[in-house]
């Protein structure tokens, strides 16, 4: 139920702050209620769902300009530090690892502006890469701060998806910051990351 929720966002075919019903959703979705419920609770960890006191679960509203603003500010304050701590601490398995989701973003990114089955991939090729480095970075306290980010930066992701990633410029830029792990400089690294933040800002405000 989740995957089939969670497809039915990446399609449009649920509005951000739509209400969601459990009984509702049992009938038109021919299940019993136990699945659902474990499904919306997964999604609220995500950001994309949100629940309400005495209202339920509804899907989450859209960001306004002033909170996606702030977003980006926190990330780019946070993820060169994860990055820069993470260059200091790469192993051959990290750096595969990480090369093996640039190729999968770049692989998805064809097709990530037009196609909402390709954006899933996408999205998850991009979430995996920066999860990747945030824990590698060996910094319990950095990890922490950027995953109390991941949930809203999922729901970012989400509403701001088709015609609207710069997916191919995403992917050029993820393997830029993979290159300056593989070279070991930590400050390079940082800086692309930033680079890469800064860039993601300006095609969100551009678009």
């Known amino acids: 139920m989740y995957d089939v929720l969670l497809d039915q966002f990446m ?61 980006m500010d926190a990330r780019i304050v946070l993820e060169p530090a994860l990055t820069y701590e993470t260059c200091r601490r790469t192993t051959p398995e990290f750096l595969e690892e990480l090369r093996l989701s640039v190729e999968e973003l770049d692989e998805s990114a064809g097709l990530a502006d037009t196609q909402s089955s390709s954006f899933r991939h996408y999205w998850a090729a991009d979430d995996r890469f920066h999860m990747l480095i945030a824990q590698q970075s060996d910094n ?38 993979h290159d300056a792990l593989v070279e070991g400089n930590p400050e390079i690294a940082a800086i692309r990351m930033r680079e890469h933040l800064q860039s993601s800002n300006r095609r969100r405000t551009q678009s």
């Open 140 to 177: 319990p306290f950095l990890e922490t701060a950027y995953r109390s980010l991941n949930g809203q930066m999922q729901r970012f992701r989400l509403f701001s998806k088709l015609g609207n990633t710069g997916a191919h410029h995403a992917a050029k830029e993820h393997r830029a910051i």
């Open 11 to 71: 399609a449009g075919k649920r509005a951000p702050g739509e209400p969601l019903n459990i009984g509702a959703l049992s009938r038109e979705l021919d299940v019993s209620q136990t699945p659902l419920r474990e499904a919306l609770a997964r999604l609220e960890h995500t950001g994309l769902v949100v629940r309400e006191a005495l209202k339920g679960y509804r899907v989450a509203p859209m960001f306004t300009e002033r909170e996606v603003a702030k977003l």
